[in-house]
């Protein structure tokens, strides 16, 4: 079987520095060609050289594709994890994940704000087989180490976290979740592997939605699982290939194109961020800037052990309630109204009645006069102009 041999090939690349681990790990050229950039390869199944003699390993798509593997050996090295695995969406990646870790019985424990889709699937879907959870402030130790019950098999992390920007400090839950003999699950979509390496902080599988900063354009939807551990890589493997919900190839390839220049855009977001959130701390019409770089944010000092720098994404709450902050979002004209985040044009979005209208009504409900930004990389003087002028 495809697997082992080439995925774990990170290793060769565990000495170079982020940047070029982005450019280099899994595209290698073409062995026939000597293409610099991996092909496309757009095929269902493999030509074999008499019954079970496959050439490169590769048998059926579904099982393994060669441009899937050059995207889940880069997955690996990014995150210096054992194995990566990209999957449709980064919702089939979180599905793969707890349908592999848990059984009937099980109980998790998942952060009081996340994303509303990872809810959801808790909620309505892997509950319905019989999965509980509590709902912790992951943010606070104690009230984490207090949800976790004989039956916990997970916890699960985001950081920073959607849409609050909450920060959790990764070592030290993954230091009760030892204790506890459990995994630790982090979401490190809005970090991304530049900013924040969950697994050298003690967790042991990392998700993505690499529809976010990985493919950063806005153009794919994806999704990855990358484990610290070679044992759990496997069989998340096999349950990949079990339930079907792989990366495309040319959907593999877009993310992989998208990687090369993550770092320069995580540069950018940060820097980007950091000015549009100088100017709206300083606004009449703002109540509350929520982002991690600044000084009295709670999670600041964690944040500032944990990441590189704090990231494209803001949230902030204006005068005026709901209607206010609907308004906002309804006149900015460079910040495109949209759901998503982390691509190279800024967004701008109400999380109450778009991405997190799913947790209406739940311990994850979100504030009503909250706006999140997820801040491009285009010139910061027209961000600016723009939110100027839509907070009016
Ligand atoms: C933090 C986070 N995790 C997971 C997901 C789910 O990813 P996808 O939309 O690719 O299924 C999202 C999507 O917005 C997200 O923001």
């Known amino acids: 079987m495809v ?32 293409a610099v950039v991996p092909p496309i390869y757009q095929v269902s199944t493999y030509k074999q050289d008499g019954v079970g003699g496959l050439r490169g390993g590769y048998e059926y798509s579904r099982s393994a594709n060669p441009t899937r593997t050059a995207l889940e050996e880069n997955l690996a090295a990014l995150e210096g994890g054992r194995r990566g695995l990209a999957f449709a969406s ?69 950081t920073p976290s959607n849409p609050l920007l909450g920060i959790t400090d990764i070592e030290a839950i993954a230091g009760v979740a030892r204790h506890a003999g459990v995994k630790l699950v982090v979401d490190n979509t ?31 939807v994806g999704g990855a699982l990358v484990t ?58 703002v109540t509350q800037v929520l982002y991690p770089g600044l000084p009295e944010h709670p999670g600041h000092e964690i944040a500032a052990k944990q990441m590189r720098s704090f990231g494209g994404m803001i949230s902030f709450r204006v005068q005026g309630g709901e209607e206010a902050a609907v308004e906002v979002c309804n006149r900015a004209q460079l910040f495109t109204l949209g759901e998503s985040l982390g691509g190279v044009e800024s967004l701008i979005e109400h999380p109450g009645r778009m991405t997190h209208a799913s947790v209406a009504g739940s311990a994850l409900e979100v504030p009503a006069d909250l706006v999140r930004l997820s801040v491009g990389i285009e010139n910061v003087d027209d961000l600016l102009a723009d939110l100027r002028q839509a907070l009016g």
Request: hydrophobic residues 40%; charged residues 20%.
């Open 190 to 220: 809005f970090a991304s592997p530049y900013l924040q390496q969950p697994l050298a902080l003690g967790a042991d599988v990392v998700v993505h939605s690499l529809t976010k900063y990985m493919g950063g354009h806005s153009d794919v």
């Open 228 to 285: 610290a551990d070679e044992a759990l890589g496997e069989e998340l493997a096999y349950h990949q290939n079990a339930m079907g919900a792989i990366a495309g190839p040319f959907d593999s390839w877009i993310v992989l194109r998208g990687i090369k220049t993550l770092a320069v855009r995580m540069d950018r977001h940060s820097e980007n961020a950091e000015k549009i959130v100088e100017m709206l701390t300083q606004h009449p019409k």
């Open 3 to 34: 697997g082992t041999t080439l995925l774990t090939m990170s290793d060769q690349h565990s000495h170079q520095n982020f940047e070029t681990r982005a450019i280099h790990a899994g595209n290698t050229a073409d062995p026939l060609t000597g």
């Open 90 to 158: 980064g919702l089939a990646a979180e599905d793969c994940l707890l349908r592999t870790l848990l059984s009937p019985g099980d109980h998790v424990v998942i952060p009081n704000d996340a994303y509303g889709g990872t809810f959801r699937l808790f909620a309505k879907v892997v509950q319905r087989w019989g999965v509980d959870f509590s709902v912790a402030n992951t943010s606070d130790i104690a009230a984490v180490r207090a949800a976790v019950n004989d039956r916990t098999k997970l916890i699960w992390v985001e």
